[in-house]
T-cell receptor, first 117, second 117 residues
Framework: NAGVTQTPKFRILKIGQSMTLQCAQD?????MYWYRQDPGMGLKLIYY???????DKGEVPNGYNVSRSTTEDFPLRLELAAPSQTSVYFC????????????????FGDGTRLSIL | AQKVTQAQTEISVVEKEDVTLDCVYE???????LFWYKQPPSGELVFLIR??????QNEISGRYSWNFQKSTSSFNFTITASQVVDSAVYFC??????????????FGRGTSLIVHP
């Protein structure tokens, strides 16, 4: 079972460069999320998606963009990398429905450690 | 707005001690979900338990137990007879439905548990 797959695992960028963090899940989950984790700060939600073609901002969306063209993939784009974006990035997915006991737990990828110098 | 407070930044215990990790949440919603996740030193995030707001039943799973009290807005986690392998950062999370009907999670800052042999 692959679950949630993130690539790359590590990356060093120069200020001003751009890159895309890839995330794919094979569990047919409708929800997908991107978080950043800074030391001692927990997980901050960057963007999330409730289904293909639907994305929305989380708590810290500035400097990032996302798209969700398929159920499986949810890439995160950094357009102009800044030192403040040095962090560990986690992608997650879950299955949630509007009725009943609907909000299931998240499954996380292994993370991408990104350094911007 | 939703908020999760994990007031204990770091806890250090000796093996076989019992330890309780506190989680206090804030929300005006009557329907919400609470989660605990474990992040071992290897970095991945692992789901431990989920509770919805209508189920105040406490739960025990081996050495782990959870105490959910709506009256005090708390969802505390106890590890009995701690082991070195329990050393990790533990996150409490709250999920409520946002204005658009989507479930939006909020994480606490985490509690780092160090179990000494």
């Amino acid at each position: 079972n692959a679950g949630v797959t993130q690539t790359p695992k590590f990356r060093i960028l120069k200020i001003g460069q751009s890159m895309t963090l890839q995330c794919a899940q094979d569990m047919n989950h409708n929800y997908m999320y991107w978080y950043r984790q800074d030391p001692g700060m927990g997980l901050k939600l960057i963007y999330y998606s409730v289904g293909a073609g639907i994305t929305d901002k989380g708590e810290v969306p500035n400097g990032y963009n996302v798209s969700r063209s398929t159920t499986e993939d949810f890439p995160l784009r950094l357009e102009l990398a800044a030192p403040s974006q040095t962090s560990v990035y986690f992608c997650a997915s879950s299955y949630s429905i509007a009725t009943g006991d609907g909000n299931q737990p998240q499954h996380f990828g292994d993370g991408t450690r990104l350094s911007i110098l | 707005a939703q908020k999760v407070t994990q007031a204990q930044t770091e806890i250090s215990v000796v093996e076989k001690e019992d330890v309780t990790l506190d989680c206090v949440y804030e929300t005006r919603d009557t329907t919400y979900y609470l989660f605990w996740y474990k992040q071992p030193p290897s970095g991945e995030l692992v789901f431990l338990i989920r509770r919805n707001s209508f189920d105040e039943q406490n739960e025990i799973s081996g050495r782990y137990s959870w105490n959910f009290q709506k009256s005090t807005s708390s969802f505390n986690f106890t590890i009995t007879a701690s082991q070195v392998v329990d050393s990790a950062v533990y996150f409490c999370a709250l999920s409520v439905r946002g204005p658009g009907g989507s479930y939006i999670p909020t994480f606490g800052r985490g509690t780092s548990l160090i179990v000494h042999p």
